[in-house]
């Protein structure tokens, strides 16, 4: 039996999707995700996120499991690959349907669209509001399919405007919802919103630490959290890194990638010294290793505003 010592341990993970090679953004959401359990003697997850359709690269993962690697970070047990866990998901959404919670929905995104620009419908922080046109309509994927030809995704009802949550570094957050949304995709697949949910449950991941683009969809993973009856962790939502235009770190800022750095010669810890400056870990840039910010670390003087990553001075 597990002791109550072990049970209290914090878990915490780190979720990339490997949609390319790590930047200076992810290094330093993964890097803060990492020191805030390992500060408290708590374990760390490693679970690559390989579900994410067109955008993801068949070579990345092994890229990224190196990158983290290159920058100190390591992780407990086995690394969990969302494509192997299909069925859980499946079984998540089963579950949804049967509790009358997720209902089959053959409209297109377009057809979303274009019912939002009408008259008293509207638009949400993600693009249209889901009007509700297939709320009650059929009794299930098949059925959906018999009377329409269509293959269905899974929308979860939503009945309330907000879900109100207290981030543990963003504050008290009002959680507006917007609308029904997409739990399973029309191909079968899991949505982000119900996989990462599953997978973080499934872990008893108890500290979700990630960057603030996230925000707005954490409501949608509470509900989904209460429906599934699970254990919420801790969020922890931190600025992003952008660019000099203030718009999110990419390719067009300039190459922030570590491989970038590492085949200049720039080393891990000249990285790391940047990152942990920029994050008010340490008032200077100078060298340091990840394990060396264990510490003394804490999120106090972690800037409230985006920080640059274009600016680095790295090489
Ligand atoms: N896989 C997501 C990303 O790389 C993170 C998801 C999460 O932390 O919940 O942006």
Known sequence: MASPRAAAQVQGRLAPSPTGALHLGNARTFLLAWLSVRARGGAVRLRIEDIDGPRVKADAAAGVVEDLRWLGLDWDGEIVV????????????????????????????????????????????????????CRGRFDS???????????????????????????????????????????????????????????????????????????????????????????????????????????????RHGDTSLRHFRERGVAAAAVVGFLAKASGLRASGAPCMARELVADFSLVHLPRTPIRGDDHGLC
């Open 82 to 133: 969302q494509s192997q866990r299909l069925p859980s998901y499946a079984k998540a959404a089963a579950r949804l349907i049967e509790l009358g919670i997720a209902y089959p929905c053959v409209c297109t995104r377009k057809e979303v669209e274009e019912a939002a620009s009408a008259p008293h419908e509207g638009m949400g922080p993600d693009g249209a509001i889901y009007p509700g046109t």
């Open 141 to 251: 994927i098949e059925d959906a399919r018999a009377q329409t030809g269509r293959d269905a995704s899974l929308r979860f009802r939503v009945e309330v405007a907000n879900v109100a949550f207290d981030d543990g570094f963003a504050g008290p957050q009002a959680g507006a919802i917007a609308g029904d949304f997409v739990i399973q995709k029309r191909d079968g697949g899991p949505a982000y919103q119900l996989a990462v949910v599953v997978d973080d449950a499934a872990a008893q991941v108890s500290e979700v630490l990630r960057a603030d683009d996230l925000l707005p969809s954490t409501p949608r993973q509470l509900l989904l959290y209460r429906a599934l009856g699970l254990t919420v962790p801790r969020f922890l939502h931190v600025p992003l890194v952008t660019g000099g235009d203030g718009l999110r770190l990419a390719k």
